[in-house]
C-alpha cells in the first residue's frame, strides 16, 4: 500500500480551498501553521510527536446561526478516511476537504 492509499487529513486541509462540515460548506477555517511547522520538524528528526493544541479552527454559518469548531492536533491525526465518499470522521462531526474549481490549462 503506498501513501496515497493512506490519505491524511491534515495534508488536505493545507490544500483545501474550502470545507464541509457536518453538510455545512465553510469558507472561513485556519490552520495553525506554528504547531504544523513544529510536527514537520520533529517528522524530519524522526521523532513523534502529539499535541492537545488547536490546530483547525472553523466557522460556517447555519442560516443566521454561526457555529464554531475546533479540532486539536491529535483528533485530527486520528480522523478516519472514509473512501466511499472521500470525508473524515472526525469524533462525531463529518468533515470533507474541498478544492476550488479551476479550469485546466492542457498546454504541455
Not at 460556517?60 to 454561526?66: F, I, N, P, Y
Request: glycine share 4%; aromatic share 8%; with cysteine.
Amino acid at each position: 500500500m503506498s501513501d496515497t492509499d493512506n490519505p491524511y487529513l491534515l495534508d488536505q486541509l493545507e490544500s483545501a480551498d474550502m470545507l464541509e462540515i457536518d453538510g455545512l460548506h465553510a469558507f472561513d477555517f485556519t490552520l495553525d501553521e506554528a504547531l504544523l511547522d513544529q510536527a514537520d520538524a520533529a517528522a524530519e528528526a524522526g521523532q513523534p510527536f502529539a499535541s492537545d493544541d488547536i490546530v483547525v479552527s472553523i466557522e460556517a454559518l447555519d442560516g443566521r446561526e454561526r457555529k464554531r469548531w475546533r479540532f486539536s492536533y491529535n483528533s485530527v491525526m486520528e480522523a478516519e478516511y472514509q473512501a466511499e465518499d472521500d470525508s473524515w470522521q472526525l469524533g462525531p462531526h463529518r468533515l470533507k476537504c474541498l478544492g476550488a474549481v479551476q479550469a485546466s490549462s492542457e498546454d504541455e
